[in-house]
């Protein structure tokens, strides 16, 4: 019997994400748009017909960025039975078919996203969703659209992630402010992605593990590079500052 398969990549994830670091571990916690630009020869616009008619969809796509993957879906030698979720402190171990660990044997994720549009640009083909929480460049294998009187279960339990995460106040020093201001003006940030990443700071993207409120962190969002500080009520932006890197 064959142990492995062969997927197709029908498109790649553009989004503000530009590293791990910071990504909400769920969809749908951060109202960030994004894009899929469609590879041939899955760029046909009739491949889409009829999408407009579903507000959500689901995306199966692949964790292209492990550290420990060979990003193969052959990975029995490198099987983890046992991780370490985030929402338990990053501390307690429970079996990785109990959770959404990157580290699994098919490096597979499945994201639920709200459709909004689907645009034509001369051969180019862009789905554009919100709620992702994909990397930027992030292959997506397939599409599918929320069927919502079967996927939404109403008397689902969900264990230790039953509740929405927490969220923090983010604050901005004052030299922060000013950086910010200046950003505006450049036009290298606008309002839109102004509340994006104050939407992901507020969720605390620190690793589960750490708690030292006076460790600076450091993040790339968008086209800029910031750094703050996270104690425990508020996540204080220190530093904020274009990035050299491109989406």
């Excluded at 660990?101 to 499945?110: F, Q, T, V």
């Excluded at 995460?165 to 402010?177: D, E, G, I, L, Y």
Aim: hydrophobic share 35%.
């Amino acid at each position: 019997m064959n142990d492995s398969v062969v997927m197709p990549i029908i498109g790649y994830m553009n989004s503000p994400y530009r590293e791990k670091f910071g990504i909400p571990r769920q969809p749908n916690l951060v109202e960030i748009e994004s894009y899929i630009e469609m590879s041939e020869p899955y760029n046909d616009v009739l491949a889409f017909d009829g999408i407009e008619e579903f507000s959500h969809l689901w995306l199966l796509w692949q964790f292209h960025e492990n550290k420990n993957s060979d990003n193969s879906l052959n990975q029995m030698s490198k099987f983890r039975s046992q991780v370490r979720p985030p929402r338990l402190g990053g501390n307690q171990k429970i079996g990785v078919f109990a959770t959404r660990s990157m580290y699994r044997p098919a490096p597979i994720g499945l994201s639920v996203v709200r459709f909004k549009r689907v645009e034509k640009i001369g051969k180019s083909i862009r789905l554009y969703v919100s709620g992702s929480d994909l990397l930027n460049g992030t292959p997506i294998l397939d599409i599918k659209p929320y069927i919502q009187y079967s996927d939404a279960i109403q008397d689902s339990i969900s264990g230790y992630a039953q509740d929405e995460p927490s969220r923090k106040v983010v604050v901005w020093t004052q030299n922060a402010q000013l950086q910010q201001s200046q950003l505006l003006k450049q036009s290298i940030l606008n309002k839109k992605v102004l509340d994006e990443l104050e939407q992901v700071l507020s969720l605390d993207p620190r690793p589960a593990y750490q708690n030292d409120a006076e460790r600076v962190y450091g993040m790339c969002f968008a086209e800029v590079n910031i750094r703050f500080t996270v104690d425990d009520q508020n996540v204080t932006v220190i530093n904020v500052e274009q990035t050299n890197l491109k989406i």
